[in-house]
């Protein structure tokens, strides 16, 4: 079983910056994975998709939902190692618990971090 492991967390205050990283136990940021995705989940709220990337012949794309765009920027190392969200200008309505997620398709082959918290708050 692939295990994620997310750090980078914490408290910040409104318009401050924080860099989430995720790795895993085995290679699993590659070409053949469907996604890479950075979730979060607010209190009483569902868990939403934040960003996705895909490592592809052209190189990686990315895509960040409207509410996040021009603030938030989903990554890969050069390695191949560690999945990353920087994340800029944060608001108060950033404040979640976020996910790394891999999806490498197939049954059983969808992994999840423990979730790291971010509170964005003065």
């Known amino acids: 079983q692939v295990q994620l492991v997310e750090s980078g967390g914490g408290l910040v205050q409104p318009g401050g910056s924080l860099r989430l990283s995720c790795t895993a136990s085995?290679?699993?940021?590659?070409?053949?994975?469907?996604?890479m995705n950075w979730y979060r989940q607010a209190p009483g709220e569902q868990r939403e998709l934040v960003a996705t990337?895909?490592?592809?012949?052209?190189?990686?794309?990315?895509e960040v939902i409207d509410s996040v765009k021009g603030r938030f920027t989903i990554s890969i190392d050069d390695n191949r190692e560690t999945l990353y969200l920087q994340m800029n200008s944060l608001k108060p309505e950033d404040t979640a618990v976020y996910y790394c997620?891999?999806?490498?398709?197939?049954?059983?082959?969808?992994?999840w971090g423990q979730g790291t918290q971010v509170t964005v708050s003065s």
């Open positions: 990337a895909r490592i592809t012949n052209n190189g990686p794309q990315t």
């Open positions: 085995e290679n699993i940021f590659s070409i053949y994975t469907k996604s």
């Open positions: 997620n891999v999806d490498e398709g197939g049954v059983g082959r969808n992994y």
